[in-house]
């Protein structure tokens, strides 16, 4: 495991959400910059789900470091972006980041979870 305070390499060539930063992967891209990246859940939880991503690789919020502030306040300027996009930021949404086993993590490069379209029930499970 990387600590925080060491680099990452731009991209893991394995990893799933690398390989879709690269274009390896299709995915139905929903908004991005130079350091982020929105696309939409391959099995969606809600009417709007999609995943904010940074483009370079990050196991998780966990293993980012002070170095990282910045990225992952791109990360969240992509969640309010690809909201507005998709026609939920009037209704709400809820962004989710899932760290590590207790909260049911699946692909380990860091992403937030934008859900709208529908009411969310809290707390959530
Ligand atoms: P988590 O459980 O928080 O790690 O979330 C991982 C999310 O990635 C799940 O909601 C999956 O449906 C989603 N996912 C997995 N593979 C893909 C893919 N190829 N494209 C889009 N979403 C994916
Ligand atoms: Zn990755």
Same mark, same amino acid.
């Given at each position: 495991m990387t600590s925080p305070a060491s680099p990452e390499a731009p =991209? =893991?060539?394995?990893?799933l959400f690398c390989r879709i930063v690269a274009r390896e992967i299709p995915a139905t891209i929903v908004w991005e910059d130079e350091h982020a990246l929105a696309f939409k859940d391959l099995?969606? %939880? !809600?009417p709007v789900h999609c995943l904010v991503i940074p483009?370079? #690789?990050? /196991?998780?919020i966990h293993h !980012?470091?002070?170095?990282d502030v910045d990225l992952l306040g791109r990360v969240f300027h992509g969640a309010r972006e690809a909201a507005e996009l998709l026609g939920v930021s009037g209704t709400g949404y809820r962004l989710v980041v899932n760290q590590g086993e207790h909260a049911g %993590?699946? /692909?380990? #490069?860091l992403h937030m979870h934008l859900l709208g379209g529908r009411p969310l029930a809290w707390p959530p499970g």
């Open positions: =991209t =893991t060539p394995k990893c099995n969606p %939880q !809600a483009k370079r #690789h990050l /196991v998780g !980012a470091g002070k170095d %993590q699946s /692909v380990f #490069h």
